[in-house]
């Protein structure tokens, strides 16, 4: 993997182009504050916890938590020298099964999981339907 092409790729992802759904925003509000020891891991390879490509929720429980099955990032630069890992009892994989890119140069897709976060923003996504 390219450390600084990643630095450079986070860095210029605008927080208006991340994903505006409830799951996501609750994501991306919690992550760093809960997994400081993750979040370290990743900008040491140049990923920015708070960018996330992709987030696998499950339903908010109402004990006020939320379960996702994982996160996905993207990640610039061959994989042959990526290297499994578990940071505080989450497992940093290369996943195979993931969305589509739109990016041409050499890259991979890792999946952080499990993630268990508070649900602050309260919102019921059933209800909001109404
Ligand atoms: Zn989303």
């Given at each position: ?74 990640v610039?630069?061959?994989?042959q ?30 999946e ?19």
């Amino acid at each position: 993997m390219d450390i600084q092409k990643n630095i450079e790729f986070y860095s210029e992802i605008a927080s208006s182009y991340l994903c505006k759904c409830v799951y996501c925003k609750n994501y991306i509000h919690e992550i760093e504050a809960t997994y400081p020891q993750l979040s370290t891991y990743l900008k040491n390879i140049g990923i920015d916890i708070t960018k996330p490509f992709e987030v696998l929720p499950l339903n908010p429980e109402p004990s006020g938590y939320i379960d996702y099955i994982g996160a996905q990032y993207i990640v610039l630069g061959d994989s042959q020298y990526f290297q499994k890992a578990t940071i505080a009892d989450v497992t940093i994989d290369i996943t195979t099964s993931h969305p589509g890119t739109n990016i041409n140069e050499k890259h991979f897709v890792i999946e952080i999981s499990p993630i268990r976060l508070k649900w602050v923003l309260k919102i019921n996504p059933i209800s909001e339907k109404r």
